[in-house]
């Protein structure tokens, strides 16, 4: 289980940039787009396991013991026995891929907001080739 302790106070794409993306001129929708621009990035983060915002988490892994963290790259805070394991990621320059996944997602769920079991989705396969190069499989 991956737990969110502090969340990331700056995001790979920012509002300005993203509003250039949706054709969006109003500043009415400003707090919403920027929470989906966060929803969208922590998504592309657990898909590819590649961190692209600092924040710090707490995860509990099932294994008892473990060599990949769920996000990288990362520090470790927590003594090496302690469950959970608390880290906080430190990313270096979003690939330009990646940010471009996070917009297209963003975008997908301010387009489709009522998006539920009713409205049938499909994967984006655009998204999951942008994902891919950056997937890391944990054993």
């Known amino acids: 289980m991956l737990r969110l302790v502090t969340p990331a106070s700056a995001e790979p ?5 993203m ?3 949706l054709r969006e001129t109003s500043n009415a929708r ?3 787009i920027g929470t989906y621009i966060t929803a969208a990035r922590e998504v592309v983060e657990l ?3 590649y961190a692209l915002a600092e924040a710090t988490y707490d995860w509990t892994p099932e ?9 990288c790259p990362a520090e470790v805070s927590s ?3 302690a469950r959970p394991v608390r880290f906080t990621t430190r990313p270096g320059p979003a690939p330009a891929a990646l940010k471009v996944a996070v917009m297209l997602l963003a975008a997908d769920m301010l387009a489709n907001p009522e998006a ?4 049938v989705l499909s994967e984006s396969p655009l998204l999951q080739r942008l994902i891919f190069p950056y997937r890391r499989i944990l054993p």
Request: proline share 7%.
């Open 13 to 17: 794409v920012q509002l300005e940039e």
């Open 19 to 21: 509003k250039i993306h």
């Open 30 to 32: 400003n707090a919403l």
């Open 47 to 49: 898909q590819s396991c």
């Open 63 to 71: 294994a008892t013991t473990y060599d990949r963290l769920p996000i």
């Open 79 to 81: 003594e090496p026995d």
């Open 116 to 119: 539920d079991a009713q409205k």
